[in-house]
Structures are given as structure tokens and as C-alpha cells.
């Protein structure tokens, strides 16, 4: 089996198109991988992940990069609490609707839900948190993370809004009572519409240039008027102008009207 052969095996298997990402790279990482476990060839290392269901979790992590922190680049969620947020919420007349696509373990969406109820409290706002991985979806819907998983989580913030032990913290109830996780495809499946804020932040990195501005159509043709894309602290989107953004700070994408 070659590298070819594989990619469609395993489009057909868990819906991953490895089309999409950039191929030298995955063909270096996988091959990495696969020696990492002293599998010979594309064919033995597909029937590893197809009967093996610990590897194949494994190698739907290593695709996705599953990566999960609490206020990710704080200098940028300072901006989007002063800034972006004020903003959205002075155009909105029923309250915010927030995506967090690629949520991995819901570390992003649950700090969203947080900021609002700190700084915004008497706003109503729902967030959609999706991820193509099941199983991770399931631990985020737990939101319990250990603690290493929120040591940058301010004292304050910690204490009213955790339960904590000594190996880590629970996300309290009234954070997640506003969050719903669904499984999506970004590469597959329809979006739904009229988000304010749409975050995907290091999701990407390793899609082709074609890929990620299928997805930033795609992410535009969601938003509100006025809604903003809000991408990781790497990310810059090369020709947000021919997709109809502007860039009222960077990393953060506004749809124009």
C-alpha cells in the first residue's frame, strides 16, 4: 500500500481527508510516527489504527493536534474582552452566538463562557464548540483537566469557577450550561449561519494554502455582518481583503457588510 492508497483508506474509514494538509509534511510526521512504532508499511500501520482502537486514537490526535490551554495568548483575549467583544455586543439585539471550531477538549470554549460572565454577565450567549474527534468531544462535555491543563488560569478565576482538587479542577456547571458540543468536519461539513464570533485558532497550520481559504469562505459565509473570525497568534490570512475581511486588530477578522 503507498502513501496514495492509504490517504483514501483512511478518508474512507474516519472521514479524515489528508488531502487537505500539506503533504510534505504529513508524509514526513506519519513516517515519523510509524517508525516511532516499529511499523513497517502504510498497509500495517492502517490495519494498526483500524483494529487497534488506542492507536487509533492516537492517530486522530497526531492529525488534529489536539492541543487544549486555558486563555490562550492572554495579550488576545485581553483584546477581544476591551475590544472585539464591547463591539459585537453593542451590535447584537439577542445576545452573542460564539463558535469554537476545533475545540479538541473544550479548554477554549469554556474560557469564552468564563469571559462572559466575568466581564459580560447580563448578556445572553450560546457557544457552539465542535471537534471531528468523538472521543475528545465526549472528555470536553466532562470538562475535567488536570492540572497541568490549568496552571495559567488566574488564582481568582480558578476559584470561582473550578472545583479543584488535588490533581486538578472541574469546570462548575454554571460555565458549561451555555455550551454545546457537536461533532463537525470542517473539511466536509455545511456550517451552520449568524455566528458574532467564530474562533478557529491553531487549527490549520498544517492545511494546504487552497484548503485554508476554502475554510475561511466558508468561516465568512457564517458570520453576521460585522461578525469577527478570530484565528490563532501564528495565523495570518494573506488575502483577507479578497475575502471580504477587514482587520480591525490583528488576528482578529471582521466580516465587512
Known sequence: MDYTLFKRKVNDFIGFDLNSYKQKQMYRRLNSLIARLNVKTFADYFNLIKNDPSKLEEFKNFVTINVTEFFRNPEKFDDLIQFVLPELIKNSHNGLKIWSAGCSLGAEAYTLSIIMQENF?????????????????????IGVYMENEIRNIPKHILNKYFTQNDKGGAIQENVKKNVTFKKNNLLQDIFERDFDLILCRNVVIYFTEET?????????????????????????????????????????????K
Do not use: C, Q, W
Request: glycine letters at 6%; a positive charge.
Open 121 to 141: 454577565r447580563f448578556v445572553p450567549y450560546s457557544i457552539i464548540a465542535t471537534d471531528i474527534d468523538e472521543e475528545i468531544l465526549k472528555k470536553a462535555k
Open 212 to 256: 485554508k481559504n476554502i475554510l475561511y469562505k466558508k468561516f465568512y459565509d457564517s458570520l453576521k455582518a460585522n461578525g469577527i473570525l478570530f484565528v490563532g497568534g501564528t495565523e495570518n490570512i494573506l488575502n483577507s481583503k479578497e475575502l471580504g475581511f477587514i482587520v480591525p486588530k490583528p488576528f482578529f477578522y471582521k466580516k465587512a
